[in-house]
Each structure stands twice: as C-alpha cells, then as structure tokens.
T-cell receptor
Framework: DTGVSQDPRHKITKRGQNVTFRCDPI?????LYWYRQTLGQGPEFLTY????????KSRLLSDRFSAERPKGSFSTLEIQRTEQGDSAMYLC?????????????FGPGTRLTVL | KNEVEQSPQNLTAQEGEFITINCSYS?????LHWLQQHPGGGIVSLFM?????KKHGRLIATINIQEKHSSLHITASHPRDSAVYIC????????????WGAGTKLIIKP
C-alpha cells in the first residue's frame, strides 16, 4: 500500500450516536493531520500529530471530538453525541518528518451523514 | 489574521484554453500548496512552493513573495482537468496548520 487509507469511506448515523473513523498514514510518515470539509468549502484543519503526540488542535474541535494516535502509526477520530452539523467529509493526511516545509498526502476521506 | 483568497470562484473554458487561477494571502508564509480535488472528494497535492516557479506537465505554479500572490496555470486545457483547485498556505506563525482557500471550480468543455 503506497497511499493514505481511511475507513470507513461512508458512515450514516443517527443524531446522538458516537462514531469513530480510522486513518492509516503512509508508512514511516511521522506527521498526521485531520481535516473536515463541508460542501462547497475548503478543508478546515482539526488536529495534527507528530508520532503519537497531538501537537495542535483547532478550536473547531469541540469537546465531543477526540483524536488519538496511540502507537504513532494509525489514528482514530471519534465524535461523540453526533449532531447534524457534523455531517461532512473527514480527511486525513500524512507527511514525512524533516526540517522545513512538507507535502501532505491525502486519504480518500470518510463521508459522514448524520440524520 | 491569516487569510487565503482565491479567484475566480468558478471558471468555465473551452478545451485548449490557457487557464490561470489566482491565490493571495494576508501575511508571511513558509509554504504554499496547490491541490486538486475531483468530484467524490479525492485530494491530490499538485505543488508545494515557497519561492519561484514549478512546472509539472501542463501545470505551472508561480509565487511572488513580495506581492503575497501565487498563480496556477494550465496550458492546453483538457476536459479531464475539470476539478476544484485549492491553494493552501502554511503561515509562519503556525508550524502545522494549513489555511485553505475556498477553491476554484474549473470546468473545461470539449
């Protein structure tokens, strides 16, 4: 596998339920990012990991959202007590470590629909 | 405030035309990305640049640091180029966060 993978690709849930998404970055990529994209808008940054450490977290990430990367490889994004406004495409990206600027490689995304 | 603006929002052109999409940003950046997003959501990174010009096939990206402006050009456009093109900037006051433009929806008609 040479790309970033995300699972599931689609999720339909009822309001109030909890959902969890998984992201598997490109092997050996230390950096992992989560974004959220709603229809017609550019992606919004949610959070960033370097290895297992969550180094930055957007104010968009309310208390209902939590992300983990326990072993510095795959990451999970959990949304508790989902609301209709959570309906969006959730994108994961990874990039290699190293000084200076980097290129982020994106996964196919998980499309969440909250009914 | 860190902001990224793109223009135009929508662009329709005939096959073969030269396409230009513009991106401007508010303050100093450490890098600017151009990405392509196809219907269905897949995002592909096209270019990452911090100065000068980069070329890949029919795509050319330029950046003018002094003017805080970048352009993406497509030569000899083709219907398969139809997609949303997004610029995203990493600002110097944030190591990790990309601020995204709203995107330019490009349609190339045969």
């Amino acid at each position: 596998d040479t790309g970033v993978s995300q699972d599931p690709r689609h999720k339909i849930t009822k309001r109030g339920q909890n959902v969890t998404f998984r992201c598997d970055p490109i092997s050996e990529h230390n950096r992992l990012y989560w974004y959220r994209q709603t229809l017609g808008q550019g992606p919004e940054f949610l959070t960033y990991f370097q290895n297992e450490a969550q180094l930055e977290k957007s104010r968009l990430l309310s208390d209902r959202f939590s992300a983990e990367r326990p072993k510095g490889s795959f990451s999970t994004l959990e949304i508790q007590r989902t609301e209709q406004g959570d309906s969006a495409m959730y994108l994961c990206a990874s990039s290699p470590s190293g000084a200076g600027v980097d290129t982020q490689y994106f996964g196919p995304g998980t499309r969440l629909t909250v009914l | 405030k860190n902001e990224v603006e793109q223009s135009p929002q929508n662009l329709t052109a005939q096959e073969g035309e030269f396409i230009t999409i513009n991106c401007s940003y508010s303050v100093g950046i450490s890098a600017l990305h151009w990405l392509q997003q196809h219907p269905g959501g897949g995002i592909v990174s096209l270019f990452m640049l911090s100065s000068g010009k980069k070329k890949h096939g029919r795509l050319i990206a330029t950046i003018n640091i002094q003017e805080k402006h970048s352009s993406l050009h497509i030569t000899a456009s083709h219907p398969r180029d139809s997609a949303v093109y997004i610029c995203a900037a990493r600002f110097m006051d944030s190591n990790y966060q990309l601020i995204w433009g709203a995107g330019t929806k490009l349609i190339i008609k045969p």
